[in-house]
């Protein structure tokens, strides 16, 4: 009885903490990301801005979810998952910002952005080519004797439509290989509703069709969210092959900043699925007694100086020079053509 | 002993496998089968777990090269055929192709693609593909005329940091044959004066290496001296080589089994006219297949792409201009 009482307590102060430690992230995405979207407005942002919003409870479980040495290839709603996975905030900022010292030097911007070496794959813009880039890791991992480790990567109902998709799922199926699919079901493919994109009930149907194993969950639920990734991700880790997580939310922005999205339902931005994932996980803190308004006021406070300290130095970086870039795409030097100049 | 152009990519394929752990193979019906060609015979047998078939998904098997890749493996890729690789067309061009660059992590994969036009084989499993792949910046594409070249250059691509598309040119695959495998080989991106001549240069690559010697041989007999450059791959191309053969023989003829529009007969008539218009003697020519899809029937297969004798006609008439 005693130790019941003792495994109840603990979980309640891990669950506590690992809440608080959620909603930190999900703060200081929502600060970056909205940060971002002004200097958007304000003409400061080389390229389109992509925000997260609505999106940050599922994203940041998948973020939480993983260990260093594990692998994340996230999509273009995930700056909640990459900070708890462990990027830098700077890399954000300074590709929206075109600062050279930035991940991707330049080269290639925003949401295209990652880092190799902490295994932070960076994405294409083509919707569901990263999911085979991911089984191939696991794979090459499971060949070189390295067991133990995950792949995860986010797509929305849009991206499930393509063959990239259906190739690289049925491929890690056939390799059962530990991979983690998170779909973001946000209600739209940029202004493409369900009805448009699918014709299963649920795209967890399709789960069972490849032989994975599927886990459905309401992404504006931060505690469901952890929860269901959790798991998904321990039982990739134990080899039980691949897992797909669906998320069922919505957008709550305009598929990039460029665009007002006037044709989401209004309906649907009432109904539960319309609910911000920020203020239910706040509200879920409260609760559960892990945070008071005042930590919370504080919490914010702190991740807007963080995100203003962030775009002051890198305000101050240098952009990308013409003049000293390589001008290369291959890393064998010997076997560049040469053109003559125009 | 004599081995033929397909047992040498078997043969280096063997040998990478062999000296590198980090190499492996996938593809479509490569394992136990030993491939459609059976360009992987055995190997899965010799190299267990290192031999792996894959369901027909093309751009998951380039996707998961690329990845394999990252994790430091040199994975080898075999497309069944070249045609097929459209389905991996993504893959190749904007994931293989842009990770260097991108960033700065090399992209180790080779992608095999069994290439060029075979009788009766039709659209879409006689194709020439490297014209496509040597347009996109971050790729190798090399294209080997002999059997030596098939072996050597592809032990080059899996040493090479760099994603190559290798096309290996099936019409060569079983009647080419040489005495035995090389121990030395022409640096890769380095064309080769297959025969010298003075009359004019025969600029071409890989199974039309063949039909441009016998084309050359025909008109030796009417008294010209043709000079044919084996380009060996089209992406490097050795601008060099094919610049001082034409300085030697004052006209150009390039020809190539793929389709007339741009590609890699244009870019090196290009390259003359610009850099060298001033070593011609007449204006430089070009011949391809026709363009229209590939033909099934034997009849319209060898009337669609240069021969030996499309190409001596093509050649007499530049040497009359």
């Known amino acids: ?342 | 002993m004599s081995i033929t152009y397909l047992e040498a990519i078997r043969a280096a394929q063997a040998k990478a496998l062999a000296d590198d752990p980090r190499v492996f193979i996938y593809g479509q019906d490569v394992g136990a089968f030993g491939g459609a060609f059976k360009a992987t015979k055995n190997l899965q047998q010799e190299f267990p777990g290192r031999v792996l078939d894959a369901p027909i998904s093309e751009d998951a098997i380039v996707g998961s090269a690329v990845g394999a890749a990252i994790e430091g493996m040199r994975p080898i890729i075999e497309m069944q055929f070249a045609d097929f690789s459209t389905v991996a067309f993504n893959q190749i061009v904007n994931q293989a192709a842009t990770l260097f660059w991108r960033t700065g992590a090399p992209c180790p994969i080779v992608v095999r693609l069994p290439s060029g036009g075979t009788m009766g084989s039709g659209p879409f499993h006689s194709q020439s593909m490297e014209a496509l792949y040597a347009h996109y910046p971050g790729l190798i594409v090399m294209t080997p005329a002999t059997v030596e070249d098939a072996y050597s250059m592809l032990l080059e691509a899996v040493a090479i940091d760099d994603p190559v598309i290798f096309c290996e040119h099936k019409f060569l695959y079983y009647h080419l044959k040489a005495e035995r495998l090389p121990e030395t080989a022409l640096p890769v991106g380095r064309a080769r004066i297959t025969r010298p001549g003075r009359d004019l240069s025969l600029v071409t690559y890989s199974a039309m290496v063949h039909e441009a010697l016998a084309a050359a041989e025909e008109l030796a007999a009417e008294g010209a001296e043709i000079e044919v450059v084996d380009l060996r791959s089209v992406k490097p191309l050795d601008t060099d080589t094919v610049m001082a053969s034409v300085a030697r023989t004052g006209r150009l003829l390039a020809v190539g089994e793929a389709w007339p529009w741009g590609g890699v007969t244009a870019e090196v008539v290009a390259r003359v006219a610009a850099e060298g218009f001033n070593l011609l003697d007449a204006p430089p020519q070009r011949l391809n297949a026709k363009d229209t899809p590939i033909p099934f029937h034997p009849n319209l297969w060898a009337a669609h792409r240069p021969t030996a004798r499309s190409i001596a006609d093509a050649a007499r008439k530049l040497l009359r201009l």
């Not at chain 1, 004797?145 to 439509?161: F, H, L, M, N, Q």
């Not at chain 1, 504006?220 to 269901?228: F, I, P, S, W």
């Not at chain 1, 922005?253 to 309906?267: K, L, R, V």
Request: charged residues 20%.
């Open chain 1, 1 to 342: 009885m005693v130790e019941t009482q003792t495994a109840r307590e603990v979980a309640g102060e891990k669950v506590a903490e690992s809440l608080v430690k959620a909603f930190r992230w999900m703060l200081l995405a929502r600060t970056v990301d909205e940060k971002m979207a002004n200097m958007y407005r304000g003409g400061r942002i080389h390229g389109g801005v992509f925000l997260g919003r609505g999106q940050e409870a599922l994203s940041v479980s998948v973020g939480m979810a993983l260990r260093p040495g594990d692998i994340f290839a996230p999509l273009i709603r995930d700056m909640a998952g990459r900070l708890a996975f462990g990027e830098p905030l700077l890399d954000s900022v300074r590709t929206h910002l075109g600062s050279v010292l930035g991940p991707m030097r330049g080269r290639d911007g925003n949401i295209h952005r990652g880092r190799l070496d902490i295994g932070l794959y960076p994405m294409i813009s083509h919707l569901g080519a990263m999911i085979s880039v991911v089984n191939g890791a696991l794979l090459a991992r499971r060949m070189q004797g390295r067991t133990g480790t995950v792949g995860a990567t986010c797509i929305g109902d849009g991206g499930t439509s393509t063959g990239a998709f259906h190739e690289a799922l049925n491929q890690a199926a056939v390799e059962r290989l530990p991979l983690v699919l998170v779909v973001a079901d946000n209600q739209y493919a940029y202004s493409t509703p369900t009805q448009r994109q699918y014709a299963c009930a649920n795209l967890l149907d399709r789960a069972a069709g490849y032989g994975v194993a599927g886990h459905a969950v309401d992404g504006t639920d931060l505690r469901a969210c952890l929860n269901v990734l959790q798991n998904a991700v321990a039982r990739a880790r134990e080899g039980q092959g691949p897992q797909m997580v669906v998320a069922t939310l919505l957008r709550l922005c305009g598929h990039g900043e460029h665009d007002d999205a006037s044709y989401i339902n209004p309906q649907l931005k009432e109904s539960a699925v319309g609910r911000d994932c920020l203020g239910v996980a706040e509200r879920q803190l409260l609760e559960v007694g892990a945070a008071t308004p005042e930590q919370i006021r504080q919490w914010r406070l702190e991740a807007q100086q963080q995100v203003e300290a962030a775009v002051a130095q890198v305000q101050q970086e240098p952009a990308p020079d013409p003049f000293t870039e390589r001008w290369e795409a291959i890393r064998t030097s010997g076997l560049l053509d040469h053109f003559p100049s125009a």
